[in-house]
């Protein structure tokens, strides 16, 4: 393993404004959603700036604060940031997200400025404690509509001042699903690019032309359940090694690898990757 990657749900920076979510056997591990924070645009104006030593924020911070101390000069450590509009939609709902931004743009902008400010506030805390930089989660990539909406042009003005004030040296980006307009996150200040290779249809190698640096994703990981697991993972690695620019690639999952992986496939996967 290269790289330390601390992740929390995706509501962890949501909580403390009363987002209340449950495990319900999601394969990944997703939580879900069980109530709508913002229902109403106004709602988005009433929104305060976290304080992220305090409630989940803070909880998640003394986890990662442990993690760093424990695997300092080891692993690079980075913490799962979510984009402002990816929590945006799990406020509103993706659907009451782009309606409220389509009827009142205004105060959907003045709600997406507090996450941001709250995000910008962890990341000064964050350097305090020595990390290595941030996994940012862009997952507003993917819905259905939202090129229509203006909102990605909103969320790429709020990630790249995510990804410029993001502390340490090595800020990891990942384009979740289809990664609709691609084009535009190869060109974030980021010294990693994770996609989802298959779901995208956007391979190693054109997207390794689009982004200059470190890319990710290639590895379309089995279910459990799979007879043949850890077989289709080591004939993908093989392949994978042989891609190139095999020198700029971390070999890794098109997402996340299922928390149910049986640890023989992930002792497969390091071992066919370190085979030289």
């Known amino acids: 393993m290269d790289v330390a990657k601390v992740t929390p749900r995706s509501s ?7 987002s209340v979510d449950v495990y319900a056997g999601d394969y990944l591990g997703r939580p879900k959603y069980m109530n709508r924070v913002i229902e109403r645009p106004n709602q988005w104006e009433q929104l305060p700036v976290l304080d992220p030593h305090s409630g ?21 450590v980075i913490l799962t940031v979510f984009s402002p509009l990816t929590q945006a939609g799990n406020l509103a709902g993706i659907d009451g997200l782009m309606a409220q ?9 003045a709600g997406l400025q507090t996450l941001t400010e709250t995000i910008l506030r962890q990341l ?6 020595g990390i290595d930089g941030i996994y940012l989660a862009v997952q507003e990539c993917h819905w259905p509509g939202v090129d229509e909406t203006g909102l990605l042009a909103e969320g790429h003005l709020l990630n790249r001042a995510i990804l410029k004030a993001a502390p340490g040296w090595f800020q990891m980006v990942h384009v979740h699903g289809q990664g609709q307009h691609f084009a535009d996150y190869a060109r974030y200040p980021a010294q990693l690019l994770h ?17 200059p640096g470190i890319v990710s994703g290639s590895i379309v990981w ?13 004939s993908q690695v093989r392949q ?4 190139p620019p095999r020198h700029r690639e971390l070999l890794s999952s098109e997402c996340v ?8 496939w992930i002792e497969a996967f390091v071992d066919e990757a370190d085979a030289d």
Request: hydrophobic letters at 35%; glycine letters at 10%; aromatic letters at 10%.
């Open 257 to 264: 690898i299922p928390f149910e992986t049986p640890p023989q």
């Open 56 to 76: 989940f924020l803070g909880q998640t911070l003394g986890v990662t604060r442990d993690i760093v101390a424990k695997l300092a000069g080891e692993y690079p």
């Open 12 to 18: 962890y920076g949501l909580r403390d404004y009363g």
């Open 124 to 129: 000064r805390v964050l350097e305090d404690i």
């Open 101 to 109: 931004w389509k009827s009142e743009p205004t105060v959907v902008r």
């Open 222 to 234: 089995p279910l459990s359940t799979e007879p043949n697991g850890e077989a289709l993972i080591r």
């Open 195 to 211: 996609w989802d290779h298959k779901m995208s249809g956007i391979g190693h190698a054109a997207g390794a032309s689009q982004f």
């Open 240 to 243: 994978a090694r042989k891609s």
